[in-house]
């Protein structure tokens, strides 16, 4: 074959690669306008975008400002700092240090402030869920974002529960006519207590109507036609005070006496010592249900009052001393977390707080307060401690733990310990001595675990000890005797503990115990303490019954059911007293009276008087005989704590 005839000339190769070259062009061309086209498709979808994302806007309501820089700003929001950067120019010579303010952050970067300076002060009177009273100013309601800052010590959050009732150490930021911030302040030794007198006997918190004058000249100051009015009245001239009087038409009244040393005399009031006669000032609410009642009153001069009211005014000045303290201790904790809020008193004078006024005041038990003037019992961390105190022990007494709060268990101070003169030895050698003699302290302190064990505390309560200090006292042992059981009362008496708290009395049902109503629990075939809280104090009781078994929880509750509401509780000294509500107290054994394996009565030997944690007032009297100072005996019950001295 002639391989000449398959040869190209140069101009056709070159025409070839010309076309090649177009072609590839072409390709290419092609492919862009491809990649062009499912770009756009993909866009239209969704798929896939181009566009820049959207900022993410946040905004922070109510925060605190802690300082202003060029770099941002520092703010403090929801218990933390944060640091944010300026999105928006800096402005110097604008103070925003100090403020609350609304702000606007975009993706992390501040671009809005808006700043709340409306501020108002006055005495805080009363508070509820979602509104204050303060003086001067009437009901503000509280934002729905409001946020409470404490300034002083530390930077904390705080809360409406936080704020002190009757005065003005909070600032209030105003927006829209309500309060969006809570600012506290400062935080100043108090000296005023507002008590929330109950009616007669004490039956509940309001009065149909008051009946007063006062043993000096008064002077009476209420809202009349939307102004502020004060009437002067001589001493002895009686007012009666009812809802839809005159005095109450504006909400709220105050009795003033014109010297600081005069009292207000309450007609319409029955206690012990008969017509009762308040120092300080009167204030009255009119409320929906009716009057409400408080005194403010100086803490020391509420002292005076309640001392006598809480420990019998022969007892020796050390014990009273030592009473005094606590009982400032707990009023001075009250100050600080109200119980009424909603009618800004600090307690009542029942003993749901501390019994106010009931026993006239006392040279003895007023002396105790002046000579313990302004001390206080503080944990060695320097926070008030809780003086829980009752009458007598039966030589051991118990932890925070028998309540089954959640705070319980972090009050260490607490314990439970033989109240005996063996005890008060060691722990005064090792207060003393720092420590050389804790081993036979911690020994000591083991005894009330083992009082858990019931053959351990069956034998310890079934006798005495002479090394107690209270084994003479008329309540250190004492019995009670259920001649004849009943059913009927027993499931009532479980039903209103039920109805009181429905974790603490349990029915067996399908081998767990499980809360539900309470109903009859048959034949008593047992009745057991089947657990001991520390000291010995009765912890769990279990009923069981031919149709149900219950399990009672708390000493509280277990002191209720077992008392049929009708048998004596006979005292070691053979006295009789009735208690138709509550046994004396948790420490005690039970030994029943069965036939025929149903159980038809019982007898407890039990001791003592009263919860058992803290103080007892008998233990304090005999330790004040034996020479300890009050310093000594309460440092025997609050282990580590320290006396401190509030009005320096």
Not at 399 to 410: N, Q
Not at 605 to 612: A, Q, S
Request: hydrophobic share 35%; glycine share 8%.
């Amino acid at each position: 074959m002639d391989k000449k005839k398959f040869q190209l000339s140069q101009n056709q190769r070159l025409q070839i690669k010309l076309w090649i070259c177009i072609l590839g062009l072409m390709l290419i061309l092609i492919l862009l306008l491809g990649k062009l086209f499912v770009n756009q498709t993909e866009q239209d979808s969704g798929i896939f975008s181009t566009t820049p994302p959207e900022p993410v806007i946040q905004r922070l309501s109510n925060v605190w400002i802690v300082e202003e820089g060029v770099e941002g700003l520092k703010v403090f929001y929801e218990g933390e700092e944060w640091d944010y950067p300026w999105g928006m120019p800096y402005e110097e010579g604008v103070v925003l240090r100090e403020q609350v303010a609304d702000l606007t952050l975009t993706d992390g970067n501040i671009t809005e402030i808006k700043l709340k300076k409306e501020r108002i002060n006055g005495r805080l009177l009363s508070a509820g869920q979602d509104w204050v009273e303060i003086e001067g100013y009437g009901k503000l309601k509280l934002a729905d974002e409001y946020r409470g800052y404490r300034l002083y010590d530390s930077l904390t959050m705080c809360d409406i529960e936080d704020l002190i009732y009757g005065y003005n150490f909070t600032d209030f930021c105003i927006e829209n006519e309500e309060i969006c911030a809570l600012l506290m302040v400062k935080e100043e030794v108090m000296q005023y207590i507002r008590v929330l007198l109950r009616n007669s006997d004490f039956e509940g918190i309001f009065h149909e109507s008051v009946l007063l004058t006062a043993d000096t000249d008064f002077t009476v100051s209420y809202m009349a036609d939307e102004e502020y009015v004060s009437e002067k009245y001589v001493a002895g001239e009686e007012i009666e005070f009812t809802q839809d009087g005159v005095f109450l038409a504006g909400g709220r009244v105050q009795i003033t006496p014109d010297v600081l040393t005069g009292k207000i005399i309450i007609k319409s009031m029955k206690r012990n010592q008969g017509i009762p006669s308040y120092r300080g000032t009167v204030e009255m609410i009119n409320a929906e249900e009716g009057i409400v009642v408080i005194n403010q009153v100086l803490l020391e001069e509420y002292l005076y009052s309640v001392v006598p009211s809480e420990m019998p005014s022969t007892y020796p000045e050390e014990a009273l001393k030592a009473q005094a303290i606590c009982a400032r201790t707990y009023g001075y904790g009250h100050m600080e977390h109200a119980g009424y809020p909603k009618f800004g008193a600090h307690v009542d004078d029942s003993t749901l707080y501390q019994v106010y006024n009931n026993i006239r005041e006392q040279a003895t038990t007023t002396a105790a307060v002046k000579n313990t003037y302004g001390q206080l019992l503080c944990t060695a961390e320097g926070k008030l401690a809780e003086t829980y105190y009752y009458s007598t022990s039966c030589g051991m007494g118990s932890d925070a733990t028998v309540w089954k709060t959640e705070s319980a268990l972090s009050i260490d101070y607490l314990e439970a310990t033989a109240i005996n003169k063996r005890t008060m030895e060691e722990k005064l050698k090792a207060l003393y001595e720092r420590g050389e003699q804790a081993s036979e302290v911690e020994s000591t302190g083991n005894v009330g675990e083992r009082m858990k064990e019931e053959a351990y505390f069956y034998d310890f309560i079934t006798g005495s000890d002479p090394d107690d200090f209270e084994v003479d006292e008329t309540w250190y042992r004492w019995t009670y005797e259920v001649a004849e059981i009943d059913s009927d009362t027993i499931q009532q008496r479980l039903q209103d503990r039920y109805n009181s708290n429905k974790n603490r009395v349990l029915t067996l049902e399908d081998g767990e115990y499980v809360s539900r109503e309470v109903e009859n629990p048959g034949d008593i075939c047992d009745i057991r303490i089947v657990k001991r809280g520390s000291g010995g104090v009765a912890d769990e009781l279990v009923i069981t019954g031919s149709e149900n078994t219950y399990k009672v929880i708390t000493e509280h509750n277990i002191r209720y059911v077992m008392d049929n509401g009708e048998a004596a509780v006979i005292r070691q000294d053979g006295g009789k007293s009735s208690f138709p509500t509550l046994l004396p107290s948790g420490y005690f054994v039970i030994v029943p009276q069965k036939e025929d394996d149903i159980i038809t009565g019982y007898r407890l030997i039990g001791g003592g008087f009263g919860h058992g944690v803290g103080m007892s007032q008998n233990g304090a009297k005999e330790m004040a005989k034996c020479g300890y100072t009050a310093e000594e005996i309460l440092l025997f019950f609050y282990k580590n704590c320290l006396i401190h001295q509030v009005y320096n």
